[in-house]
């Protein structure tokens, strides 16, 4: 039977654990970031000189490593694209607005154990010389901002954080920063605008690429708090242990946040690919299965953007077979391996790996409308087709669930969705249409049933 | 003379969304906090968040008062904190009760009980569960809103009451809270 496997988690709520610097230096804390800034420069076998912080970033690049916010891309690469030669200071940010709805697997790290965090990141930042960092916290954690920014405080104190750290002439600074309220400061332009002190509307790509033209139009770096916690264990390990965790293209561990109608919700931290998406439901170290007498309806597999699976559906994955030939092999849903590839070859994503299990209690067009009327209100209203079509489709949504569906309200949502999608400045305008489209496109009978339904109530056909 | 068109100066402006606060006086402790937030950033302007959740920590909500401190503070214009206001969805425009009541409402939370746990505290309180928006208990003691995602999907449904997080709220529990709510002092 699979098992958890607990890296980033290994000292969560184990007993005795608290979140002051004492308690993380008992357990082996800032010992990474101590092997790492002495690193010493390292001749390569054609001649080049490879500096400690360019020997780090090949480590996180071999590490295979991918983005555990929700893009999943490679963080090696993210920071291979920094401009370096600008002559400007390089930022990085540490994303802890966790704000995906089913996502809360941040707040247990920014709680339980900040210096992890801290650690992660003061070794990612001295191995991208960046001298000043900040941890963008969403409004609705205060706690998380007050436990910070002791913790910032304390590292100070010991020498892991401000001027000459450690005694290598590093210098380094981390402020807090909080949001309020606003899910689209998760997009990582728009959380920089919004430490810019402006309204959080996200940049057009190209040429406002982060790593080039970021923070202050400087070069930057913004990283999921996970994310960036995983480099503390990468220096650790080293790239080759690290990457023999998980499955290939898929290294490492994960923390899945599994929410909805199991018997056990929580976080629960696997390597990549090891784990099912039927075993992290079912198995009795993970959700403990649905509720008595319960059957599967639909999961969100990968945070509400990501789009739905419906019990039952069967997916033509393909698999390196024994001969080592590419072959095609059918898989069913509950089989699917958690991991970034497999669900994204189904045709949904991983994303910020929130798992939200639905039973057949629910009633799927109010699940959408639930859905939809985050995205309503979350739209930051730059562009004109989220701005317009979240609301539209949220508004359609509401009167679908209060007695006036129509049966052609299915297609109504279809085309309003698609008008969204590929049109907007970032990727809410997916994140808002991806839903309705696979709700939709899944579950259509419902849909329309509730369409019929209500028309005969009120005797009108439209 | 013509009547005054829709578009010309005689036609009403429309009014400042913020309230005004007569007791808005910065302390020597918040000019100080304020220095230290801006000491953080390479330029002012990017402490304006920070700042705005000062005020209205220490004061409730976000007055027209408060804003032009800041402005001045940070050398911005008026616009570009006021649009800040409106725009992120935690800064408060008028005041609102003593214990403010987050109730998350986003599909975890509402598979878990949060739009029946709503409903209870706002028949409790005489308030409209389905009216849009915050609304504010006769007494001035409790101000109850639906929130998106708080991020503990897996503790459903939860609450914040001013900066407390609750978990697995039952509407028990929620009686309790505010029976222990009303034992303190406004």
Redesign the interface.
């Given at each position: 039977m699979p098992q958890e496997f607990r890296l980033i988690l290994k000292n969560i709520d184990q007993p005795g654990y608290t979140n002051d610097i004492e308690c993380y230096l008992r357990h082996g804390g800032y010992e990474a970031l101590k092997q790492a800034i002495v690193l010493k420069p390292k001749a390569l076998p054609d001649g080049k000189i490879q500096t400690g912080p360019e020997q780090i970033r090949d480590e996180v690049k071999a590490s295979g490593l991918r983005g555990r916010g929700g893009a999943g891309f490679s963080a090696g690469l993210k920071w291979s694209f920094v401009d370096r030669r600008s002559g400007k200071p390089i930022y990085l940010i540490c994303n802890a607005d966790e704000s995906e709805p089913g996502t809360f697997k941040d707040r247990q790290i920014l709680h339980k154990d900040p210096h992890q965090l801290i650690e992660g990141m003061v070794i990612s930042c001295y191995a991208n010389d960046v001298k000043l960092a900040y941890i963008y916290v969403r409004g609705e954690f205060p706690d998380a901002a007050r436990i910070l920014k002791k913790a910032l405080a304390d590292a100070r104190a010991q020498g892991f954080l401000g001027k000459n750290i450690l005694g290598s002439g590093y210098d380094l600074e981390i402020f807090i920063h909080r949001g309020a309220g606003a899910y689209i400061c998760g997009e990582e332009t728009g959380l920089i605008e919004s430490l810019e002190g402006k309204r959080a509307y996200p940049r057009i790509k190209p040429p406002y690429f982060p790593a080039i033209l970021g923070l202050y139009m400087c070069p930057t770096i913004v990283n999921n708090v996970e994310t960036l916690c995983h480099v503390r264990h990468i220096i650790t390990l080293g790239a080759a242990k690290y990457a023999q965790l998980g499955t290939p293209n898929n290294t490492g561990t994960r923390i899945v946040s599994l929410s909805g109608h199991v018997k056990r919700p929580g976080y629960y931290e696997i390597e990549v690919g090891k784990v099912s998406l039927g075993q992290l439901i079912n198995g009795a170290n993970f959700g403990g299965g649905l509720r008595d007498g319960r059957s599967l309806k639909a999961i969100i597999p990968g945070g509400s953007s990501s789009k739905v699976f419906r019990a039952g559906e069967k997916f033509k994955l393909k698999r390196k077979g024994a001969d080592g030939q590419m072959v095609t092999v059918d898989v069913d849903l509950l089989d699917l391996p958690y991991d970034f590839d497999s669900l994204q070859a189904a045709g949904s994503m991983s994303g910020s790996s929130a798992v939200i299990v639905l039973d057949d209690s629910t009633d799927i067009v109010k699940a959408l409308a639930n859905l939809s009327e985050f995205y309503a209100h979350e739209s930051c209203g730059q562009c004109t087709p989220c701005r317009e079509g979240s609301l539209w489709m949220s508004k359609a949504l509401h009167r679908m669930t209060h007695g006036g569906a129509r049966k052609q309200d299915a297609d109504y949502l279809i085309k309003t969705a698609t008008n969204i999608q590929g049109r907007t400045i970032c990727a809410f305008g997916e994140a808002c249409a991806w839903p309705v489209i696979s709700f939709i496109n899944k579950f259509r009978e419902e849909f329309e049933a509730k369409g019929e339904a209500d028309e005969a109530k009120s005797g009108t056909s439209h | 003379m013509s009547e005054p068109t829709e578009f010309s100066s005689a036609s009403k402006p429309t009014a400042n969304p913020l309230a005004h606060d007569a007791h808005f006086v910065v302390s020597a402790e918040l000019e100080a906090e304020a220095s230290e937030l801006i000491s953080?950033?390479?330029?002012k302007?990017?402490?304006?968040?920070?700042l705005?959740?000062e005020v209205q920590e220490r004061f409730g909500y976000i007055s027209q008062e408060a804003v032009a401190w800041i402005v001045a503070k940070?050398e911005?214009q008026p616009i570009?904190v006021l649009?800040?206001v409106t725009?992120?969805?935690?800064?408060r425009q008028q005041p609102a009760g003593q214990f403010q009541v987050?109730i998350c409402?986003?599909?975890?939370c509402?598979?878990g009980g949060a739009y029946e746990l709503h409903h209870h505290f706002c028949s409790r309180l005489g308030l409209d569960d389905q009216a849009h928006g915050i609304q504010t208990s006769k007494d001035g003691k409790f101000s109850v809103e639906f929130?998106?995602?708080?991020?503990?999907?897996?503790?459903?449904p939860v609450v914040?009451v001013n900066?407390d997080?609750r978990e697995g709220v039952t509407t028990q529990q929620a009686d309790e809270m505010m029976a222990q709510c009303r034992k303190t002092k406004g």
């Open positions: - | 953080h950033y390479p330029e302007r990017s402490a304006v968040l920070m705005l959740h940070l911005m570009h649009e800040l725009f992120y969805p935690m800064f987050k409402r986003t599909l975890s509402a598979l929130v998106e995602c708080l991020a503990s999907c897996g503790t459903a914040m900066e997080f």
